[in-house]
């Protein structure tokens, strides 16, 4: 269509000035070192402390450089190639995978990010262009910790000495993030010597997969991305529901959504796994293999005896009688409670390798405290006679009182001072993590907690050892960062509001932003924070962020202009005039046809089964996503206009022939009705806080979403990641009719713009 043309996007861009420690078994000297990075005099010329994240705890630079070739090697030591001895000892996962597995891990990594197809070969001999990897570190450096590692860059090549097989690995995300960092350097790397270790042996990231389904292969790509910071810890919360009222206030409290992602093949236990997304016995046998190639351990959650409705709406009458008790208030005198959560564990704990799992038991009725306390010591001697596992609870101590004691084997996961006393807990000898709200907790669309986090204030003046980041002074509020009951902390994602609130690409974003900072202060602390300002940490800390290989859920395609996608199919196919080359294929029938009226050409679905593929998957803010629509009459039930693997655009004939998008499951209405046979323009633009959607060039509506939480009850603006793998349908399911001049930016475009944008298409508008 020749309106879309070249000449309009030049008007576009001009437009665009419109004003619109110890978690592990670990030895002694493990304790955390206040050993100060140390950086040589630049007087001599030796190389600087080279960046990374976490930054380096102890760095003596040397003269000159080590570059990457083609033909650099990964050399593993035979004598360690299966493992070290004390691999197994210092980890919670049973079969902790060995040197010879993450090389291949590194190996992959090289590949992505330089295009180096290095290779891995086992030897005791390596040349000076190669990378060596060994254990035994122990032998010359007693006091280095189970996680540390001594790196050599020098004439003789790379050495990376470790004392476990995971230690190995963090000492490859640290070549790896100076590669990133090299790439305008020809991959070269400063020469010179560090000694790294973590200051904390429990880095972790806990995400609440429950109450937002995320398949597989996020959770793949959440591992590489913590992984890369050097968090060495997954937790994940398998069984939730959204907040709910008592019984009494909330008489439909059996009818809302639950989740409970854990898909057993006994049947006793099978019909309790959510339809969505559910993970069989592989699936995290899988998924177990992969993230412990990549240095991290799983610890899985079922939460009972509280948040429990995806048990307790199959059996009402395992509730407290009461109608003052919430509906997912587990009775804990009724004896089948017990039995059930005994036999569930028995049936699924086998799945994880971990040594360690969570029962919850969190935000119970205070009311029954002594008889929530029995069940946590209960079941404490459950899993250590039955299974010989460790449990840990979330802090929930203080809102349960009673007389009976909570054993102090059980470690807790301390989240707010409303629930438990982490000062407390490790003077009676409990052992804790510091995931303390609001300042771990990301809460999406949350008006309690962060929806999205400051970097700059973790990275600034947050420490797992505080507890209280207004009085860090305080004793009686935080403790000693040397308490060696302390394990660490880290980031906890809880999706109190459900999967409609924010795709799977805007929670990725929320956490990636943040989890840098985190991993820096688990290590390292505050010996970087103290002398390298934010500002220049925060940009270096966005391009390693934005080049980790494996990651894809960033959903920013590349491009050469401000232009990623435009197709008006003037030259009889879909090519792209962007110069980023990204060209259309035309699939199943879809073909070019006159357009008529003098508009030049366009796109023709010509049934349910034709559509054109282009080369990207989607595209998540900023951006803006336009194309002419002419429907023909009686489309198919939601009919899909654009696709992608995150969602549609579709023509939903719920009501009327409304344009509405799909996103993880989830409907969102825009209430613009296409009129069959008669062109009309659809585009829609996202910022980070909402989705404008512009009919005919004008902006209409927002997407929102109802919040029907008890508490919230309001509408809400929506962030939707734009669909752009298929015009129509590769599923079978496309609109049918004319489309043209389909593009795709890559920021925002306001009203204003798109007014201007209007009156180039004005001779079709309706």
């Known amino acids: 269509m020749r309106r879309i043309g070249v000449t309009i996007l030049a008007a576009l861009a001009a ?80 079969n902790p995978s060995n040197l010879k597995q993450h090389a291949a891990s590194f190996q992959s990594d090289i590949k992505e990010v330089t295009g180096f197809d290095v290779k891995v070969v086992v030897s ?88 937002k389904p995320i398949p597989m292969s996020d959770l793949r790509e959440y591992a590489t991305l913590t992984s890369f910071f050097k968090l060495n810890t997954l937790h994940h919360h398998y069984s939730d529901n959204p907040a709910v009222q008592s019984k009494d206030l909330m008489p439909d409290w059996a009818t809302k959504y639950v989740g409970f992602r854990l898909k057993s093949d006994n049947p006793t236990y099978a019909m309790y796994a959510s339809e969505d997304v559910s993970f069989t016995k592989q699936d995290l046998r899988e998924f177990q293999d992969f993230i412990k190639a990549r240095g991290m351990e799983l610890i899985p959650e079922i939460d009972t005896p509280a948040h429990s409705l995806c048990f307790t709406k199959f059996h009402p009458d395992w509730t407290i009688p009461e109608g003052t008790a919430r509906g997912d208030w587990m009775d804990l005198g009724n004896q089948e409670v017990w039995d059930f959560v005994e036999g569930l564990w028995t049936d699924v704990v086998g799945w994880f390798d971990s040594r360690e799992v969570s029962i919850g038991a969190d935000e119970y009725d205070p009311s029954r405290g002594d008889l929530a306390r029995k069940f946590v010591n209960h079941f404490h001697d459950f899993f250590a006679t039955n299974f010989n596992r460790t449990i840990r609870m979330w802090g929930s101590d203080v809102r349960l009182p009673g007389t009976i004691e909570i054993n102090s084997s059980i470690h807790t996961d301390h989240w707010g001072w409303t629930y438990s006393n982490p000062i407390d807990l490790v003077k009676r000898g409990h052992t804790v993590s510091n995931l303390n709200a609001p300042d771990s907790y990301l809460v999406p669309r949350s008006a309690a907690y962060w929806d999205y986090i400051d970097d700059r204030k973790i990275y600034e003046l947050w420490e797992p050892w505080v507890f209280d980041l207004l009085d860090k002074t305080n004793t009686s509020r935080n403790l000693s960062p040397n308490e060696p009951l302390l394990t660490g902390g880290g980031l906890a994602n809880w999706n109190d509001f459900l999967g409609e609130s924010v795709t799977r690409v805007e929670l990725y974003d929320r956490v990636s932003k943040v989890i840098g900072a985190f991993g820096e202060k688990l290590w390292t602390g505050s010996k970087n924070s103290d002398t390298v300002a934010y500002e220049k940490w925060a940009p270096l800390e966005k391009k390693l962020r934005e080049n980790i290989p494996g990651i894809t859920l960033t959903r920013r395609p590349q491009t050469k202009g401000q232009y990623v996608i435009s197709y008006d199919f003037e030259d009889g196919a879909a090519k792209d005039s962007s110069k980023n080359g990204y060209d259309g294929k035309l699939n199943n029938g879809a073909k070019i046809v006159d357009a008529g009226n003098g508009y030049g050409k366009a796109l023709q679905l010509v049934d349910k089964n034709s559509y054109v593929s282009t080369p990207l998957e989607s595209i998540a803010y900023p951006y803006a996503v336009g194309l002419w629509v002419k429907p023909n009459k009686n489309q198919a039930p939601n009919a899909v206009i654009l696709e992608s693997g995150d969602g549609k655009l579709l023509i939903s004939n719920n009501t009327a022939s409304t344009v509405t998008f799909e996103q993880d499951g989830h409907q969102y209405d825009t209430q613009i009705i296409l009129k069959p046979d008669e062109w009309a323009h659809i585009a829609f633009s996202a910022d980070g806080k909402k989705t404008n959607v512009f009919y005919n060039m004008r902006r209409t509506t927002f997407v929102n979403y109802y919040n029907s939480r008890w508490d919230m009850l309001q509408n809400e603006t929506m962030v939707v990641t734009a669909p752009i793998r298929n015009i129509g349908s590769a599923s079978g399911n496309s609109m049918t009719g004319l489309v043209d001049g389909f593009f795709v930016m890559d920021r925002e475009v306001c009203a204003g713009e798109m007014t201007f944008v209007a009156k180039h298409y004005s001779n079709s508008l309706p």
Not at 31 to 41: I, N
Not at 165 to 180: D, E, V, Y
Not at 191 to 203: I, K, L, T
């Open 124 to 211: 005791r001999k390596y040349s000076k262009d190669d990378i060596y990897l060994t254990l035994g570190a122990e032998a010359s450096d007693p006091s280095l910790n189970h996680e540390g590692y001594l790196l050599d860059i020098d004439n003789k090549g790379i050495s990376i000495q470790a004392v476990t097989s995971r230690g190995a690995f963090w000492g490859t995300r640290s070549l790896l993030q100076m590669l990133i960092l090299a790439d305008e350097n020809n991959y070269a790397l400063p020469r010179g010597h560090a000694r790294d270790f973590p200051n904390y042996n429990e880095r972790k990231f806990m995400q609440d997969i429950a109450r």
């Open 15 to 94: 437009a665009s000035s419109v004003i619109c420690v110890s978690a592990t078994p670990v030895p002694d000297s493990t304790a955390v070192s206040a050993t100060s990075t140390k950086s040589s005099d630049k007087n001599n010329q030796a190389n600087p402390t080279p960046f990374v994240i976490p930054s380096l705890q102890e760095w003596t630079g040397s003269k000159g450089e080590w570059t990457l070739k083609k033909t650099t090697r990964i050399v593993v030591d035979p004598a360690y190639a299966e493992g070290g001895a004390h691999d197994a000892g210092n980890t919670f996962m049973a």
